[in-house]
T-cell receptor, first 117, second 112 residues
Framework: AQSVTQPDIHITVSEGASLELRCNYS??????LFWYVQSPGQGLQLLLK??????LVQGIKGFEAEFKRSQSSFNLRKPSVHWSDAAEYFCAVGYAYSGAGSYQLTFGKGTKLSVIP | EAGVTQFPSHSVIEKGQTVTLRCDPI?????LYWYRRVMGKEIKFLLH????????ESGMPNNRFLAERTGGTYSTLKVQPAELEDSGVYFCASSPSNYGYTFGSGTRLTVV
């Protein structure tokens, strides 16, 4: 069975500092990998996804993530954090089980990001 | 394009009562998913519809939960009777057939 580990429950960074959120997964095949963000009172918003191809993926809001198969990792990065990035971030792996576009997501427990002005 | 709409956004009910959550997917999306996050835990898959058919309901916790999708459009998730451990945030998501999920804002259910 697939699993996702986000080792950091809570991270605090200063505005303007760089950010890296860690994600490790366990999955027997080539995974579909995702990062979602949930701001207070909002739903889950997709930041970026990896299905195949270039292992460095660019997303919205200036985020990027790199798929490293040898390390089973898909870490999320941002070079300069803004106060509005304070939110909870979820890494997920997608398990495709039937048909094109049908897959089930397994999520990590999430990492809460606080930003100091 | 309207997003995935869920309502109510919050619901507080007493143990033993019945609650029905509704999800309106993006128009034309055949795939509809329900997920749940219990306090302090991961977001977990509940079930998946393709149009009006249940494709996978392996994540449904027990038979107190009943999901339907009328005519392949909106979906409801009924909890009857509700228990304390059912409290959490229930997310709905929809996707077309090209690997993209869109989540709703969720329904926060509190059972007291």
């Amino acid at each position: 069975a697939q699993s996702v580990t986000q080792p950091d429950i809570h991270i605090t960074v200063s505005e303007g500092a760089s950010l890296e959120l860690r994600c490790n997964y366990s999955y027997g095949a080539t995974p579909y990998l995702f990062w979602y963000v949930q701001s207070p009172g909002q739903g889950l918003q997709l930041l970026l996804k990896y299905f195949s191809g270039d292992t460095l993926v660019q997303g919205i809001k200036g985020f990027e993530a790199e798929f490293k198969r040898s390390q089973s990792s898909f870490n999320l990065r941002k070079p300069s954090v803004h106060w509005s990035d304070a939110a909870e971030y979820f890494c997920a792996v997608g398990y495709a089980y039937s048909g094109a576009g049908s897959y089930q997501l397994t999520f990590g427990k999430g990492t809460k990001l606080s930003v100091i002005p | 394009e309207a997003g995935v709409t869920q309502f109510p956004s919050h619901s507080v009910i007493e143990k033993g009562q019945t609650v029905t959550l509704r999800c309106d997917p993006i128009s034309g999306h055949d795939n509809l998913y329900w997920y749940r996050r219990v306090m302090g835990k991961e977001i977990k898959f509940l079930l998946h519809f393709v149009k009006e058919s249940k494709q996978d309901e392996s994540g449904m916790p027990n038979n107190r939960f009943l999901a339907e999708r009328t005519g392949g459009t909106y979906s409801t998730l009924k909890v009857q009777p509700a228990e304390l451990e059912d409290s959490g945030v229930y997310f709905c998501a929809s996707s077309p057939s090209n690997y993209g999920y869109t989540f709703g804002s969720g329904t926060r259910l509190t059972v007291v």
